[in-house]
């Protein structure tokens, strides 16, 4: 079955610097590729997601890279807000079948003011 | 984005009863729901996937006698936790599907404390 790898398991950075987490996966067949934000006590919100038919997508501040090849995808933050503060999870799966997602270990990430 | 709800937000129960919790999605229909549980400071751990209308598939290792699910409609997953115990205590959370759909959408998790 899939493997998803996630790193790092924190990360804290300054208000206005670039945030990156990283991803790997094992499944060569996997080709979707959402990434979720979860706030304490809540549950995981869909920041963005790739295909792999494509090897970036942005949206405003958030962007994520996919390397099919490496088999790897990260998602970058620039200019940070404290709000950004929270777990982010990466997660594979194939897409338009019964497969579920599989998910990394999550990344806490902490923007200092 | 589509919008899952759940109900309840937070419960408290004894030991030895059971606890029900509702998924909800309100403005699409999910052929797919699928129940997840997260230990404080874990990822998400899949208990199983219910299809509208047919048996949920179990993950190994979760007990399908002690966690009931019933998806009855379009809209509507339940996951009933049967004589819970306090380590069933945690945060559950239920996500959605559209039928070929390739995005999951979570709800905002029920807290269970089991005393």
């Known amino acids: 079955g899939e493997n998803v790898e996630q790193h790092p398991s924190t990360l804290s950075v300054q208000e206005g610097d670039s945030a990156v987490i990283k991803c790997t996966y094992s499944?060569?067949?996997?080709?979707?590729f959402p990434w979720y934000k979860q706030e304490l006590g809540k549950g995981p919100q869909l920041i963005i997601d790739?295909?792999?038919?494509?090897g970036e997508k942005k949206d405003q501040r958030i962007a994520v890279t996919l390397n099919k090849t490496a088999k790897h995808f990260s998602l970058h933050i620039t200019e940070t807000q404290p709000e950004d503060s929270a777990v982010y999870f990466c997660?594979?799966?194939?897409?338009?079948?019964?497969?579920?997602?599989?998910f990394g270990s999550g990344t806490q990430l902490t923007v200092l003011p | 984005g589509a919008v899952v709800s759940q109900h309840p937000s937070r419960v408290i129960c004894k030991s030895g009863t059971s606890v029900k919790i509702e998924c909800r999605s309100l403005?699409?229909?999910?052929?797919?729901m699928f129940w997840y549980r997260q230990f404080p400071k874990q990822s998400l751990m899949l208990m199983a996937t219910?299809?509208?209308?047919?048996?949920?598939?179990?993950e190994q290792g979760v007990e399908k006698d002690k966690f009931l699910i019933n998806h009855a409609s379009l809209t509507l997953s339940t996951l009933t936790v049967t004589s819970a115990h306090p380590e069933d205590s945690s945060f559950y959370i239920c996500?959605?599907?559209?039928?070929?759909?390739?995005?999951?959408?979570f709800g905002p998790g029920t807290r269970l404390l089991v005393l």
């Open positions: 996500s959605a599907r559209t039928d070929g759909g390739k995005t999951q959408y």
């Open positions: 499944d060569s067949a996997s080709n979707y």
């Open positions: 790739i295909r792999s038919n494509v």
């Open positions: 997660a594979a799966s194939l897409s338009g079948s019964a497969r579920q997602l599989t």
């Open positions: 403005d699409f229909q999910a052929t797919t």
């Open positions: 219910s299809n509208e209308g047919s048996k949920a598939t179990y």
